[in-house]
């Protein structure tokens, strides 16, 4: 070769390289990971790389032909054959300690993603996927080489959805989980049922869909508004057995559970204005029109009551395969147990001392069907009051003083504190926000949140299992309006479920998250602007 044209391609190399490489060399994951190594290199990303992977990680790697398509448009072979160059290599190895752990390692040639189990893999994907960013002009992607051994703090991570109070279709609920997966968020709180809505298909009580499911009108505005004003617009919707079934097996796919939500003893008024012999006084009620803490609750005095859960419940039991299901708890008033004869006769028969105590006997008498239908109840912290069902899993809302009171009793704990965990509350000034239930809290408040209270013992400690968001959507219509809430603040959230205390840093975060709106564009969200 001639002197003049290496110096050209000697300065062409230089070129190309200068403009390929990221201009930054730090690694820009949400949730941060645990440990990084950055080594020198890259792993070119281009359409003859193949996709290899273990037969029992069949499901990951799909994902992964599809990631890579919806970010590159390039389709990329998948083989089980090892001797493959240029690959990403997918593997189980049973050696690494966490379930959800995973190991990537990146060079000139290869991609590795090793984890325990096809959850710690599909993590890595995770990972691995928001390092795919440079891009030459020959759209192929410079990766840089690294080493990652990252695992979660918490082994539940999860995003709640409230679908009675309005109503959100399948496809909504799918792209939600899609975009858990991305957070590494591994549980879905879905609650099905509430005042103002029944939304599951039950096969013995087909009316609780045909009439729970659907209001006649709704408040509009502030539920503190006075006067009040409501539409006058039938309202509802339901899933159908096979739509949750669907739902179910799309979460498995993303090593999500899907934990469903069937409220008791209070907000029943949708159940009751299907049923009304489930109410003290076989009150005629309609479906709720308002947003707030109803009157009633189920009657705790009729044996009625118990057969329509336990007949209910056998249904869900075997719907969902996960270990959980949600029995509510929370906000029951308990004026019509004083004064309804059943109830009282119940306390008397049970030889229970006030109102709290018949709660606690209604949630353990359904906590006992459910483990012997091999389910575990999770319930928000009012279940404490007049006595904590065995095994009962304790969801902490009304701040962290329930998940504290459980820990101690050593009973596993969620953390879901109001003032943090509650999305539906303002994220910035509420002049220049949409409407919301009110409170405020920002991206850098969730995110400085630690779910393990320094008043427990190490011992202790080890009862927070992990940590929730919270979307209820009284004031919020709309799938737009819910992906505006939930992000970024579940950005935050998921690094708070899955990045140790001693890894994190807000301004590090801060970066990375600007970073992260490609991600989040890529899956089409509507995110609240941030910069
Ligand atoms: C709740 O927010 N009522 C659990
Ligand atoms: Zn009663």
């Known amino acids: 070769m001639k002197i003049m044209s290496k110096l050209i391609l000697i300065t062409l190399t230089v070129l190309f390289f200068s403009c390929t490489q990221p201009s930054t060399s730090e690694v ?4 941060k990971v645990q440990k990084i190594e950055q080594h020198e290199g890259f792993f ?21 032909f599809n990631y890579i398509d919806r970010k590159t448009g390039m389709q990329l072979d998948q083989t089980t054959d090892l001797q493959s160059k240029n690959a990403i290599v997918l593997n189980i190895d049973t050696t690494i300690s966490n379930t959800e752990a995973y190991d990537l390692q990146i060079d000139n040639k290869t991609v590795k993603i090793t984890g325990k189990t096809p959850a710690g893999v599909f993590y890595g994907i995770q990972s691995f996927m928001q390092m795919v960013q440079q891009q030459d002009a020959n759209s192929n992607y410079y990766i840089p080489a690294i080493k990652i051994s990252d695992e979660p703090r918490f082994k539940y991570r999860g995003m709640h959805l409230d679908v009675c109070r309005h109503f959100f279709d399948i496809n909504f609920v799918k792209k939600m989980l899609d975009v858990m997966a991305l957070h590494k968020l591994n549980r879905f709180h879905w609650h099905l049922t509430d005042d103002q809505g029944w939304r599951i298909a039950i096969d013995k009580y087909p009316e609780l869909t045909q009439i729970g499911a659907w209001r006649n009108s709704t408040l509009i505005g502030h539920a503190s508004d006075r006067p009040e004003r409501f539409d006058s ?26 934990i469903p939500e069937i409220e008791l003893p209070g907000h029943s008024q949708a159940a009751v204005a299907t049923y009304p012999y489930l109410d003290c006084f076989d009150q005629q009620l309609e479906v ?17 009551t118990f057969e329509f859960f336990e007949n209910v419940l056998s249904e869900v039991a075997a719907l969902f395969p996960g270990e959980y299901i949600h029995i509510g708890g929370d906000e029951c008033l308990k004026n019509n147990w004083q004064k309804c004869p059943h109830c009282q006769a119940r306390m008397k028969a049970e030889n229970l001392a006030n109102e709290h105590e018949l709660q606690s006997y209604f949630v353990q008498r359904i906590g006992k069907f459910l483990n012997s239908k091999g389910k575990k109840i999770i319930g928000w912290d009012e279940i404490l009051e007049g006595g904590l069902a065995e095994n009962a899993t304790v969801m902490s809302w009304r701040g962290e003083e329930g998940g504290i009171a459980a820990a101690k009793m050593h009973h596993d704990v969620i953390m879901t504190p109001n003032p943090i965990c509650y999305f539906d509350h303002y994220q910035a000034n509420e002049a220049n926000e949409p409407l919301a239930i009110g409170g405020l809290t920002t991206v850098d408040e969730v995110y400085g949140y630690n779910p393990v209270p320094i008043e427990l013992s190490s011992n202790e400690q080890k009862y927070i ?8 959507t009284e004031y919020i219509a709309t799938k737009e309006h819910a992906e505006y809430m939930l992000f970024p603040r579940l950005c935050a959230l998921s690094e708070i479920a899955w990045t140790f205390t001693e890894n994190k840093n807000y301004e590090n975060f801060k970066r990375r998250l600007v970073n992260h709106k490609n991600t989040l564009e890529l899956f089409d969200l509507n995110y609240k602007p941030f910069n």
């Open 28 to 31: 820009m994951i949400i949730p």
């Open 44 to 64: 070119k990303l281009k359409p003859a790389t193949s996709i290899v992977y273990q037969s029992i990680l069949h499901n990951e790697a799909n994902y992964l």
């Open 233 to 258: 617009v039938r309202y509802g919707g339901f899933y159908t057995k096979d739509e949750i079934k669907e739902v179910i097996a799309y979460a498995e796919k993303l090593h999500i559970t899907v």
């Open 288 to 304: 709720w029109n308002k947003w707030g803490i109803s009157d009633g609750a189920f009657c705790a005095g009729k044996e009625s």
């Open 465 to 472: 299992i992990g940590v929730q968001a919270n979307l209820w």
